[in-house]
Structure formats: C-alpha cells, structure tokens
C-alpha cells in the first residue's frame, strides 16, 4: 500500500478540458455516475489510480481507463525539438466527488 505522499505522487493534476466537461455532464445523464479526467504519473497502473482515487477523493470508482497521450513535434528557433507526452486517466465514480466537480462544469 502507497504512504500518504505516495497517494499525492500519483495524481498530478485534473484535466480540464472542454472534451472532459462534456464527457461528464453527458454520463450524468446515463446514470447516476461521474467521469473525470486526471493526468497522472508515468509509471501508475489502473489499479494504483484506483486506490489513490479512493482515499484521497474518498468516492467510489466503477472503472479506470488509462492514455498514454504522446508527445509533439515543436519547432524551437528554428530547431525540431519534441514535447514530452503524458499519461492520463479517466475515472468513473459513482456518484459526484464536490472538490472536483466544481472543477469540472462547464
């Protein structure tokens, strides 16, 4: 099990994104459930997500869907460089979690 500054190096940040917002507010019309979208640690693994999610957020997560999002082409000053890609993760919760909905309304 993860220590508690563990739980806060998983997680780096949420994901607000006009494709997230609308994503949540279209399954809060399936269902009684929420999708966020957090952008997390390269290393983390849809069952580590899950547990962070859990403790830190304390919701209950139907399901984790994990994106290795690559990194772009950029020029910088007259140079090809890349940006580094990223790895995000969309979580369904059962429910509503209040630190991050406000987050997310679009």
Do not use: Q, W
């Not at 997390?40 to 830190?56: G, L, M, R, Y």
């Amino acid at each position: 099990m993860l220590n508690e500054a563990g739980l806060y190096d998983v997680v780096s940040r949420v994901l607000v994104t006009e494709k997230a917002a609308c994503a949540n507010n279209d399954m809060k019309k399936e269902g009684d459930f929420s999708v966020y979208t957090l952008v997390v640690h390269k290393s983390a693994t849809k069952v580590s997500v899950k547990k962070v999610f859990e403790v830190i957020f304390k919701a209950e997560v139907i399901s984790v869907n994990v994106i290795n999002v690559p990194g772009k082409k950029r020029r910088f000053k007259g140079k090809m460089g890349m940006k580094s890609g990223f790895k995000k993760a969309i979580v369904r919760v059962k429910g509503e979690v209040d630190a991050l909905s406000s987050a997310m309304r679009a």
